[in-house]
């Protein structure tokens, strides 16, 4: 089994800069795209930006230019630097892991989310 523990959301004005964090803990052989995700209220949840294991990176469009992931595998851990925040950035983030375990078998898990807010 496997453990997700994520910080650094909160409040923040429009303009500023959060950075999230999310730790993977447990029975862990390797782990290969780590992700975020996001879901607003009322919307559903959306694919933020990845990062696979040889550090290739992808981002929706809209966060293109201010948000940028980045992973320390020797500690399994995944970060989001959002900057320039915006209003429409309000949402809860989850962090997401492809979790190899010591038997080579593969399982997904999920963070338990993270509230970021963002005021005009």
């Known amino acids: 089994q496997v453990q997700l523990v994520e910080s650094g959301g909160g409040l923040v004005q429009a303009g500023g800069s959060l950075r999230l964090s999310c730790t993977a803990s447990?029975?862990?052989?390797?782990?290969?795209?780590m992700d975020w995700y996001r879901q607003a209220p009322g919307k559903q949840r959306e694919l933020v930006a990845l990062i696979f294991s040889d550090g290739t990176t992808t981002y929706t469009e809209s966060v293109k230019a201010r948000f940028a992931i980045s992973r320390d595998n020797a500690k399994n851990t995944v970060y989001l630097q959002m900057n320039n925040l915006k209003p429409e950035d309000t949402a809860v983030y989850y962090c997401?892991?492809?979790?190899?375990?010591?038997?080579?078998?593969?399982?997904?898990?999920w963070g338990q989310g993270t509230q970021v807010t963002v005021s005009s």
């Open positions: 997401n892991v492809q979790v190899q375990h010591n038997d080579y078998s593969w399982n997904e898990y």
């Open positions: 447990g029975s862990i052989f390797s782990i290969d795209a």
